[in-house]
């Protein structure tokens, strides 16, 4: 079945330490995306990027990196330089010219 | 305001009635809007889309959109204890590129028994 897997679903991370969200997509899909969810508010996009080696950031990309390097996965990585980096992070998906989303199921993190 | 605004809730609505969701919208946000349904801990789900002033029916569901108010409704027939989630209005800005999403906050609709 087509979708997109987030790995891992949970993490947790020490502050100072840097930490990769997977995401892959097997919908044939140009175009991705990595939003953030705090509890109680809607989501924030961090990066985008609508086809191999190309992305662009977000409202939100200070202290969050990604790279494209397949059309089927869009990393994201956590560094230590977010101030506040406990959330829900979800990688969605969409086709060309629609900006109808697919989503994952979501990694939530914790920094200890 | 705002680019994306959705009314505070949350809305609680008995089985069998119309819950009635809203969202008002800025000039940046003026493309095309969608509707997600997010249960508890789960990720956002794609329910509605509308491009295009006046309504769209789908099952239970119908969206609203009225670009000359920058107003945009979902309304949700027959409710359901399982429409209980939280319902996100999402509009794409004009001249961007597609998918660049803008999400309201969020409104937590319960229906009870």
């Known amino acids: 079945d087509g979708g997109i897997t987030q790995s891992p679903k949970y993490l947790f991370r020490k502050e100072g330490q840097n930490v990769t969200l997977s995401c892959e997509q097997n919908?044939?899909?140009?175009?991705m995306y990595w939003y953030r969810q705090d509890p109680g508010q809607g989501l924030r996009l961090i990066y985008y990027s609508q086809i191999v080696n190309d992305f662009q950031k977000g409202d939100i990309a200070e202290g969050y990196s990604v790279s494209r390097e397949k059309k089927e996965s869009f990393p994201l990585t956590v560094t230590s330089a977010q101030k506040n980096p406990t959330a829900f992070y979800l990688c969605?998906?969409?086709?060309?010219?629609?900006?109808?989303?697919?989503f994952g199921e979501g990694s939530r993190l914790t920094v200890l | 305001q705002k680019e994306v605004e959705q009314n505070s809730g949350p809305l609680s609505v008995p089985e069998g009635a119309i819950a009635s969701l809203n969202c008002t919208y800025s000039?940046?946000?003026?493309?095309?809007f969608f509707w997600y349904r997010q249960y508890s801990g789960k990720s956002p789900e794609l329910i509605m889309s509308i491009y295009s002033n006046g309504d769209k029916e789908d099952g239970r569901f119908t969206a609203q959109l009225n670009k000359a108010s920058q107003y945009v409704s979902l309304l949700i027939r027959d409710s359901q204890p399982s429409d209980s989630a939280t319902y996100l209005c999402?509009?794409?800005?004009?001249?961007?590129?597609?998918?660049?999403?803008?999400f309201g906050q969020g409104t937590i609709l319960t229906v009870h028994p």
């Open positions: 999402a509009g794409v800005a004009g001249g961007t590129s597609y998918g660049k999403l803008t």
């Open positions: 969605a998906s969409s086709i060309r010219e629609s900006g109808e989303l697919f």
């Open positions: 919908l044939n899909h140009d175009a």
């Open positions: 000039d940046r946000v003026s493309q095309s």
